[in-house]
């Protein structure tokens, strides 16, 4: 399932870092992907979600919100499996680390040809062309069920 998540913190620096806005809970385990609009990057802990993966060979970090920097140690791709489409996700960062499993709104559109729209009480992904609905689902407080 796909979840809408708000940006937190607007705050940047100078130097370009990879940047994610989720925050830590004491939930357990969350296997939920969710739409961060202030996300740099796909980024996920779960190595299990990267159909195809490499290890990553740079010294790169993920930065969240409040400055900390995370190791990325893989770098792979995925799809999502929807009703009416399949949604790919490529260049998904592996940060053992991320306490969310992240979209990057601007890659996802790219990388399949969409556009994300957000209204008060629902989202959908449309594919370009035909703007045909790819997946969508309610908004509730932020997130989407």
């Known amino acids: 399932m796909i979840k809408c998540f708000k940006r937190f913190d607007h705050s940047f620096t100078n130097a370009p870092q990879k940047v994610v806005s989720s925050t830590t809970t004491s939930y357990g385990v969350d296997t939920n ?13 779960k190595l299990d979600k990267l159909t195809l993966r490499e290890k990553y060979g740079r010294h790169d970090q993920v930065h969240s919100s409040s400055g900390v920097g995370m190791k990325i140690n893989h770098i792979g791709s995925s799809v999502l499996h929807t009703p009416s489409s399949n949604i790919h996700l490529n260049k998904i960062l592996h940060v053992p680390k ?20 957000f209204h008060p009480s629902y989202f959908s992904i449309k594919e370009q062309g035909m703007r045909k609905t790819l997946l969508s689902g309610t908004c509730e407080g932020g997130f989407i069920r």
């Open 33 to 45: 992907w969710y739409v961060d609009l202030g996300a740099t990057d796909h980024v996920t802990s």
């Open 98 to 117: 991320a306490t969310k499993n992240l979209l990057f709104v601007n890659r996802l559109a790219r990388d399949n040809n969409a556009f994300l729209e």
